[in-house]
């Protein structure tokens, strides 16, 4: 089957976007798959036999908005159209500009499947009062239009369904998840040293306000001084927060910049912290998880669908500093509650966020939706 993804951003140094990316890549195992994403110019990559990547110059508005434009998206895509001739059209996330694809796939009669773990302006929303307001209204005018014009919208968890029911969406759960194997066979990394009776704090993610990560360094700044044995590390792109992370920045709190060896560092940590204000179905949360970490996390999105409060990690609300501090000193404080509570985190993706079940059933979702057409 030959398929054509559209994703937000894919494999860039400044810019995450896991959840699309590995999608991607393990389709392209089993069926031909191109990617039309973003770039600093107009371009086309090979990789291999199976999988071919367009990207298209953008024009991307920082935190705290987070958005790309593509000029002449429609046009575009219609070139590539033609000229791969795909058969299922999958679009991943909503409210990017990967949204704005639906219209001219629709137009030309292709069918089309959305892959989403949010409902910006509904149950996401970013730090930014105005960015919240003019998202709330765009959600309304024309997100959700975008959206209903799907053939098929997959929910990347449970708690999307009662929204997708009130949006009249023709909607099915799928979740996204983690590629166990290759995730265990990633070593920790030679470059990090971790010394006996250290206990070591991690944050994976994208260093924007949305991400909560800057009321962690707070909170870090405040512990450490405290406990010589305890490290923080934060790991994602630094990219025009250079001045901020030089403020936090000391011995035991470390930044670590865009790694591709997060695996290996979570192996390393003890705690897990997810501080986001707004998430969907985290992928770091995902392999903190799966690598046994005490996880804590916001009781936002996605988040709630993973973490079982006191079963398998601790939730606290969003923007709540005092909760987290009591969280983080009592995981510290207790050795036994750690391990309990990542053995049983690890045992949660095991059963149900294996990647290969989710994309194996996404493949079969696709060709239906293609044979329908």
Same mark, same amino acid.
């Given at each position: 089957?030959?398929i054509l993804v559209?994703?937000?951003? /894919?494999?860039?140094?400044?810019?995450?976007?896991?959840?699309?990316?590995?999608?991607? $890549?393990?389709?392209?195992?089993? $069926? #031909?798959?191109?990617?039309?994403?973003?770039?600093?110019?107009?371009?086309?990559? %090979?990789? @291999?036999?199976?999988?071919?990547?367009?990207?298209?110059?953008?024009?991307?508005?920082?935190?705290?908005?987070?958005?790309?434009?593509?000029? $002449?998206?429609?046009?575009?895509?219609?070139?590539?159209?033609?000229?791969?001739?795909?058969?299922?059209?999958?679009?991943?996330?909503?409210?990017?500009?990967?949204?704005?694809?639906?219209?001219?796939?629709?137009?030309?009669?292709?069918?089309?499947?959305?892959?989403?773990?949010?409902?910006?302006?509904?149950?996401?929303?970013?730090?930014?009062?105005?960015?919240?307001?003019?998202?709330?209204?765009?959600?309304?005018?024309?997100?959700? +239009?975008?959206?209903?014009?799907?053939?098929?919208?997959?929910l990347l968890h449970?708690?999307?369904?009662?929204?997708?029911?009130?949006?009249?969406?023709?909607?099915?759960?799928?979740?996204?998840?983690?590629?166990?194997?290759?995730?265990?066979?990633?070593?920790?990394?030679?470059?990090?040293?971790?010394?006996?009776?250290?206990?070591?704090?991690?944050?994976?993610?994208?260093?924007?306000?949305?991400?909560?990560?800057? @009321?962690l360094a707070t909170?870090?700044?405040? &512990?450490?001084?405290?406990? %010589? #044995?305890?490290?923080?590390? /934060?790991?994602?792109?630094?990219?025009?927060?250079?001045?901020?992370? !030089?403020?936090?920045?000391?011995?035991?709190?470390?930044?670590? @910049? =865009?790694?591709?060896?997060?695996?290996?560092?979570?192996? &390393?940590?003890?705690? /897990?912290?997810?501080?986001?204000?707004?998430?969907?179905?985290?992928?770091?949360?995902?392999?903190?998880?799966?690598? #046994?970490? *005490? *996880?804590?996390?916001?009781?936002?999105?996605?988040? #709630? +669908? &993973?973490?079982? $409060?006191?079963?398998?990690?601790?939730? /606290?609300?969003?923007?709540?500093?005092?909760? =987290?501090?009591?969280?983080?000193?009592?995981?510290?404080?207790? +050795?036994?509650?750690?391990?309990?509570?990542?053995?049983?985190?690890?045992? !949660?993706? &095991?059963?149900?966020? +294996?990647?290969?079940?989710?994309?194996?059933?996404?493949?079969?979702?696709?060709?239906?939706?293609?044979?329908? !057409?």
């Amino acid at each position: 089957m030959k398929i054509l993804v559209v994703v937000p951003y /894919f494999e860039e140094p400044h810019r995450w976007m896991i959840s699309g990316q590995k999608t991607a $890549h393990w389709l392209s195992r089993h $069926h #031909q798959v191109t990617v039309v994403t973003t770039g600093s110019h107009d371009q086309l990559e %090979r990789r @291999g036999h199976n999988l071919k990547i367009y990207r298209l110059k953008d024009y991307f508005l920082k935190d705290p908005i987070n958005y790309s434009i593509v000029p $002449h998206l429609g046009r575009k895509l219609t070139r590539i159209i033609k000229r791969e001739k795909p058969e299922a059209f999958l679009i991943n996330k909503h409210m990017f500009y990967t949204s704005l694809a639906i219209w001219p796939l629709k137009r030309l009669g292709k069918p089309v499947v959305v892959q989403t773990d949010t409902f910006p302006g509904i149950n996401w929303f970013p730090k930014s009062r105005l960015v919240k307001a003019v998202m709330w209204v765009y959600a309304r005018l024309l997100g959700n +239009q975008i959206l209903r014009a799907a053939d098929k919208v997959v929910l990347l968890h449970e708690g999307l369904v009662d929204e997708a029911k009130k949006l009249g969406l023709n909607y099915e759960v799928i979740h996204n998840g983690i590629d166990l194997e290759a995730f265990d066979r990633v070593p920790p990394p030679a470059d990090l040293k971790k010394r006996p009776g250290e206990v070591w704090v991690g944050y994976v993610g994208r260093l924007e306000s949305v991400k909560g990560w800057l @009321g962690l360094a707070t909170i870090a700044q405040e &512990l450490v001084k405290r406990n %010589r #044995q305890l490290h923080f590390l /934060f790991i994602g792109p630094t990219t025009n927060q250079e001045a901020v992370v !030089t403020t936090y920045q000391n011995r035991q709190i470390r930044f670590l @910049g =865009l790694r591709h060896d997060v695996a290996g560092i979570d192996k &390393l940590l003890d705690i /897990f912290v997810m501080p986001s204000l707004s998430e969907g179905l985290s992928n770091a949360l995902m392999e903190a998880m799966a690598a #046994q970490n *005490c *996880c804590l996390a916001t009781k936002v999105g996605g988040n #709630q +669908q &993973l973490i079982r $409060h006191e079963k398998n990690g601790l939730l /606290f609300e969003a923007g709540n500093a005092a909760e =987290l501090k009591q969280a983080l000193r009592r995981t510290l404080a207790d +050795q036994s509650l750690r391990r309990r509570l990542g053995q049983a985190a690890r045992q !949660t993706i &095991l059963e149900q966020y +294996q990647l290969s079940h989710a994309v194996e059933r996404l493949a079969n979702l696709l060709e239906r939706v293609s044979q329908k !057409t």
